[in-house]
């Protein structure tokens, strides 16, 4: 099982609009609607932001979207805010097993 | 509030087996909708999923670490372990533990424990 492809890294100014994607195979990405999002900052746990593609925890800001198209996941943060500069990565159900993404830096410029 | 919090040597010898302790507070470790899991992440391979763990002791692991990895539950003391045997400078990584929902994501982590692999 091959780690799921996110971008190294992705910056906006606040209040722009930023979109991760997540790129998987149709084992995992596109056989489940089972992607999940975390915001990690290092050192500390990792939070759940988004579960079943495209549903927010309570407390989770609704800046924060998810979708799926085919084998791609995606995470939206809309009016990005100071506090979002984290790193991000993905999350898919594999049938039994779980397959994580390579990551992304959120940098808030 | 559910809180997860990893323990154990920070430091294990080439060959011998690493050994780390999730304690699970806030929450019993036996309620039904929930699986228990172990994830590392390290500078080479990111983030890998370990295995997980339900209550009764029912286990599910990652194929490529099947051989080397056993993850055990004390519900008594609502905590759950992980072992891994014959370890190498390749198990250098950051262990977390995490609680699995419905057994199709994780819904809360500790904040993870660095284990290095060195003589």
């Known amino acids: 099982q091959s780690a799921l492809t996110q971008p190294r890294s992705v910056s906006g100014s606040p209040g722009q609009s930023v979109t991760i994607s997540c790129t998987g195979t149709s084992s995992d990405v596109g056989a489940y609607n089972y992607v999940s999002w975390f915001q990690h900052h290092p050192g500390t746990a990792p939070k759940l932001m988004i579960y079943?593609?495209?549903k927010r925890p309570s407390g989770v800001p609704d800046r924060f979207s998810g979708s799926k198209s085919g084998n791609t996941a995606s995470l939206t943060i809309s009016g990005l805010q100071a506090e979002d500069e984290a790193d991000y990565f993905c999350c898919s159900f594999a049938g039994n097993y779980y397959v994580f993404g390579t990551g992304t830096e959120v940098t808030v410029l | 509030q559910l809180q997860l919090q990893e323990s154990g040597p920070g430091l294990v010898k080439p060959s011998e087996t690493l050994s780390l302790t999730c304690t699970v507070s806030?929450?019993?470790?036996?309620?039904?909708?929930?699986?228990w899991g172990w994830i590392r992440q390290s500078p080479g391979k990111g983030l890998e999923w370990i295995g997980n763990i339900y209550y009764s002791g029912s286990t599910y692991y990652n194929p490529s670490l099947k051989s080397r990895v056993t993850i055990s539950v004390d519900t008594s003391k609502n905590q759950f372990s992980l072992k891994l045997s014959s370890v190498s400078a390749a198990d250098t990584a950051v262990y977390y533990c995490?609680?699995?929902?419905?057994?199709?994501?994780?819904?809360?982590w500790g904040q993870g424990t660095p284990v290095t692999v060195s003589s």
């Open positions: 806030g929450g019993s470790i036996s309620s039904a909708d929930f699986y």
């Open positions: 079943d593609v495209n």
């Open positions: 995490a609680r699995l929902r419905m057994a199709y994501y994780f819904d809360c």
